[in-house]
Nanobody
Framework: VQLVESGGGSVQAGGSLRRSCEAS?????MAWFRQAPGREREGVAV????????TYADSVKGRFTMSQDNAKNTVYLQMNSLKPEDSAMYYC?????????????????WGQGTQVTVS
């Protein structure tokens, strides 16, 4: 499975960005993670492709929205009210092996990652 990411970049605090992740094949579970320098990779949001239901990390709840377009086999991460502490490399992931969704080691496939910088 290949995951191709797009979007991201730089924005001022309070602004918005949208990330996209297209999968080469349908996967039941997909997620977004992020990693800041010197910190462990952390789960941001996960989506169950069957219903489109998403779960979020407390740190982004109410500001970020994960959604999907099944026709395009693509998931999105809409990031609003961005804060400097949201600055990190953001990665798309697919195919969880089970366990806690926020555990990055449980995910099989990864996108290339893109830097998001909030100043």
């Amino acid at each position: 499975v290949q995951l191709v990411e797009s979007g991201g970049g730089s924005v001022q605090a309070g602004g918005s960005l949208r990330r996209s992740c297209e999968a080469s094949r349908h996967r039941t579970w997909m997620a977004w993670f992020r990693q800041a320098p010197g910190r462990e990779r952390e789960g941001v949001a996960v989506i169950y492709r069957g219903t489109g239901d998403a779960t979020y990390a407390d740190s982004v709840k109410g500001r970020f929205t994960m959604s999907q377009d099944n026709a395009k086999n693509t998931v999105y991460l809409q990031m609003n009210s961005l804060k400097p502490e949201d600055s990190a490399m953001y990665y798309c992931a697919a195919e969880s092996r089970g366990g806690m969704w926020s555990d990055w080691s449980k995910w099989e496939y990864w996108g290339q990652g893109t830097q998001v910088t909030v100043s």
